[in-house]
Each structure stands twice: as C-alpha cells, then as structure tokens.
C-alpha cells in the first residue's frame, strides 16, 4: 500500500472499528480516533494485538480543537492522509416526529453527523487535492436518501441529507483525483442498529472500505450500497 495512510472517525466500536480492522488488514497504517481516550486506546490495542499498524488519536467532531490537533498529529508523524472515512454519528430521534423533536436534537444531531464530516473534509481535503490523492467515504444512511424519504428519525435524516450534499459539493471542489462518495451500510448489528439488523459489522464495512481503496479511475461524488450506486 506504499504507506497509505488513514483516518477512521468515531471507531471505538461497531462498524469504524470493523473498517479500522479490514483497512490495517489490506496494509494501511490506521488512524483509529475517538472521542473517549480510553475507549479509543483500549480498540486500538485490541487491533495493535492482531499485528496491525494502528494508533490512536483523541477526536470529538464536533470539537474544532481536537480536529486541528488530529490534523497536526497526522502532518506531523505521517506528511500524508490518503483516506477519510467520516463514520462518527449519532441517532438520537428514533420515535420521534419533526413536530416534536426538540430543537437541541436538531443542533445535537447536525453537530455531529453534517458539522464533524465538514470540519473534517476540510482539515484534510485540501491537501488530498494538493498531493492529487484521496479517498473520502462519507457514511450515510437510506435515512438521507431524498428519493424514499418519509416520516420519522427527522434530525438523523435531515443530517443525513446534509452529508450527501456535501459529498457531492467536496467531490467537486476537490476535482477528479480525490475519489468523494457517501455510502449506506445497510442495517446493522451495532449499538446504533440494535441485535435484530440483519448484517454483520463485516458486511457493514464492506462497501466502506471498498470505497476507501477505490482506483484512479474509479467514481467520485455517488452514493452507494453493496458497491452499487443507489438513489439520492
Ligand atoms: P455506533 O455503534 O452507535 O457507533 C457510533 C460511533 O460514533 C461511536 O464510536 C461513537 O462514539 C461515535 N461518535 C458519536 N458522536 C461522536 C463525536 N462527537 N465524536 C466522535 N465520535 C463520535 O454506530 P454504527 O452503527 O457503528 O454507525 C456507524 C455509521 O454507520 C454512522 O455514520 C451511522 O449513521 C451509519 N449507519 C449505521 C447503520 C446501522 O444499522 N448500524 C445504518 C445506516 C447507517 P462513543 O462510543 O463515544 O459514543
């Protein structure tokens, strides 16, 4: 992998974790980063255990201090980020309606899932246009899909729509060596999926990591599932 390097948001567990592990798996040197330090260090060290080249790195998305630290650190000991994969994110309206959500959930949830991705592309989307590579794969949701949206999850959805567009708005800005695409995981076995989902975090990073490793001449600014384009 010539010392590809990436960054993973939000994998201290479920599926960041999973594309932590199959993104080290393929020969990257993993940036695994969190927001709680000890739950961070512990899923690195549970990877570093398997012989991968992970470290960790304290990073809460919705904090521009950390984001410039992370973006300090990976100059500092790397000269280069050629993936990002934006997976941080938080579903915290699920029964709820948009006439009565409150408006904090609203904040909270954009905060999160459109702000944290934003301030991330762009600590290092930039640089990916300067060296002419990267890989940025923001995970979304069929929540954020335009094109089946319906009632219920407002603030998740809404921040899940926000996200596809700024794929596409990075994905042009950026040109056509830096490879920008949203994915849907599908539903799965997570905190944030519950047991019941059908796929396995495995499956779940499946597409994320396809995404993350895709060639020169392979799509920029889609939405995709199961490695195939899907709807807005
Ligand atoms: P999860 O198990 O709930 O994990 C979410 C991760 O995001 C946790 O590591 C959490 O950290 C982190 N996070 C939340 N707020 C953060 C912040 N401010 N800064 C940094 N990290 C933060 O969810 P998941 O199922 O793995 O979801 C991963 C991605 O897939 C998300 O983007 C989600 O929307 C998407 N997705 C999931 C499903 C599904 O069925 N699971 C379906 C569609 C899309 P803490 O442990 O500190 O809370």
């Not at 592990?21 to 020969?27: E, T």
């Not at 709680?36 to 304290?58: C, H, I, N």
């Not at 700024?166 to 519950?194: D, Y």
């Amino acid at each position: 992998m010539d010392g590809r390097v990436a960054l993973v948001t939000g994998a201290n567990r479920g599926i960041g974790l999973e594309v932590c592990r199959q993104l080290a798996d393929l020969g990257l040197r993993v940036i695994l980063t969190a927001r709680d330090p000890a739950q961070g260090e512990a899923a690195a060290r549970q990877l570093q255990r398997d012989g991968s080249d992970v470290a960790f790195w304290p990073l809460d998305v919705t904090d521009p201090a950390t984001v410039a630290a992370a973006q300090a650190f990976v100059e500092e000991r790397y000269s280069r980020l050629d993936v990002l994969v934006n997976n941080a994110a938080i579903y915290p309206d699920g029964d709820r309606s948009v006439f009565d959500v409150p408006l904090e959930t609203m904040e909270e949830t954009l905060r999160v899932n459109f702000y944290g991705p934003l301030l991330l592309c762009r600590a290092f989307a930039p640089s990916m246009r300067r060296r002419r590579y990267g890989r940025i794969v923001n995970v979304s949701s069929n929540a954020g899909q335009l094109s089946t949206m319906g009632a219920g999850t407002p603030a998740y959805a809404i921040s899940k729509a926000a996200l596809n567009a700024l794929t596409r708005i990075v994905a042009a800005e950026v040109g056509g060596h830096v490879k920008v695409n949203a994915v849907c995981p599908g539903w799965v076995r997570t905190e944030m999926g519950g047991p019941g989902a059908p796929r396995s975090v495995a499956e779940g990073a499946d597409t994320i990591v396809w995404l993350a490793m895709l060639p020169d001449f392979g799509p920029s600014g889609g939405f995709f599932r199961d490695r195939q384009p899907i709807p807005w």
